[in-house]
């Protein structure tokens, strides 16, 4: 059987949909119904991010609070290593109730901790090749260091649901795929703290947005029981 070219375009839509586990193979008003639901009901946030003083955010945590969307799959921890007595990545996105793990991939013991308000934990002191978990519940920033070596620092950012990015270099971010509302956007400075504008969200439009935030800067901090560190190489 021939297809015209409104039929092959739904086709190639229901194979797309299919491949993503979003929809199964079929022809007519079911491809033709998730095609609507997956692309034309939904719309996008874009946006800016400056830091205090007119410099472009770049690396900021913009999010989305409150999108009802449909649960993620499940997916592997998010990794954070050790090595050469840093954390690599230095950021990290999660959303909330996901798992972290800390693998230590250097010669040397660590010890992972964070005195955060948005998660609080020591996993204790262990060697190299050898890793350790932590489940993140709460939303917010979790600052994290080792016990040991003050050099040491990483951060986590929770979010709430997944639609998030982190700004280019530029300052600028693109939410793409929401489904229509008002929500409240979220940007995470240099602080911690959250600053906070509404966006809403219309079929097949963009919604623009501008947040400022505090720029990052380097703050010396104690071990987890609040002493200076000490002179452990």
């Given at each position: 059987m021939m297809l015209n070219r409104k039929s092959r375009m739904m086709?190639?839509?229901a194979g797309v949909l299919a491949a993503a586990g979003l929809v199964g193979v079929g022809t007519g008003v079911g491809v033709q119904l998730a095609w609507s639901k997956s692309v034309a009901r939904t719309g996008a946030v874009t946006g800016t991010v400056t830091f205090k003083g007119g410099a472009r955010g770049a690396g900021v945590v913009v999010s989305l609070v409150g999108v009802k969307a449909p649960p993620p799959g499940p997916e592997p921890a998010a990794q954070i290593k050790q090595v050469n007595k840093a954390f690599a990545p230095g950021l990290t996105v999660v959303p909330r109730g996901s798992v972290v793990e800390f693998p230590n991939q250097d010669k040397v013991f660590h010890n992972v901790f964070s005195v955060s308000?948005?998660?609080?934990?020591?996993l204790g002191l262990y060697k190299s090749g050898t890793s350790k978990t932590v489940q993140l519940k709460r939303v917010g920033v979790v600052d994290v260091y080792c016990n040991i070596h003050p050099e040491m620092v990483a951060k986590v950012v929770v979010v709430d649901g997944p639609f998030w990015a982190v700004t280019g270099k530029d300052g600028s971010f693109k939410l793409t795929g929401v489904p229509p509302g008002t929500y409240p956007l979220v940007a995470y400075g240099g602080d911690g703290k959250?600053?906070?504008?509404?966006?809403?969200?219309t079929v097949g439009?963009?919604?623009?947005?501008?947040?400022?935030?505090?720029k990052p800067a380097a703050q010396p901090h104690l071990r987890k029981d609040g002493t200076p560190y000490g002179r452990y190489k």
């Open positions: 086709a190639v839509a308000r948005a998660a609080r934990f020591d959250e600053v906070r504008t509404e966006v809403t969200v439009g963009t919604t623009t947005a501008k947040l400022e935030v505090v």
